[in-house]
């Protein structure tokens, strides 16, 4: 039995009494996809919101995104948006994705996002620590922090890893339902055109479907799937 569990601010938190003025929570969206893009949203709060009367509460209706239903992430994502202090998704193409493997990838996609938080922010220039909650164990973006693809952010983010950290952080649960709504938009905006029709991604949305596969098997990959994914088949063309 699936026991449903509230995300709360306790980590962030812990983090803001550390010293951190913005704490960011970030999640990704479409790691396993076989087409289109790689995202990870960024929900950002500032540490002084978290205490006082006026104090930050965690935004009514979030959870862990993959136990809500498209109906109800659509629902409550503009008021998610409104929620946070800044918010970013950050995207690493399939062709990026192609050429410099998943876990790179992510870590441009999440320098991306928290490159646009913190401009809208506008901490560039000021005294601020940034603290982030990154969901999983993997803390892909501090890897690609300075090097050669990534954006230069403003103020680079201590990250704090958190296993299942969208089911147990406010900013992260935000974070995952912003992320994966604007990809499931993207994906069903894609579908619809007639180069892709084909692949039902209005359905799928890129995941590997026994219908999006088989498509691939008859019609061969588009332009944005990703060859590296092993598809069984040599690109069109």
Known sequence: MTVSVTPTLQLESEIAAQGYDVIVGFDEVGRGSLAGPVMVGAAAIRAADLAGPDALHVPEGVADSKMLTEHRREAIFESLKSWSASWAVGAASNAEIDEWGISYALGVAALRALD???????????????????????DYITKALGTFDAPDVPVPAKVTTKVKGDRYCATVATAAVIAKVTRDRLMIELGERPEYAVYEWQRNKGYGSAAHREAIAVHGPSDLHRLSWHLGVSARG
Do not use: F, M, S, Y
């Not at 913190?118 to 990154?134: C, D, F, M, S, Y």
């Open 116 to 138: 646009e938080v913190e401009r809208t922010l506008g901490i560039a220039g000021q005294p601020v620590k940034v603290g982030a909650i990154l969901d999983g164990p993997n």
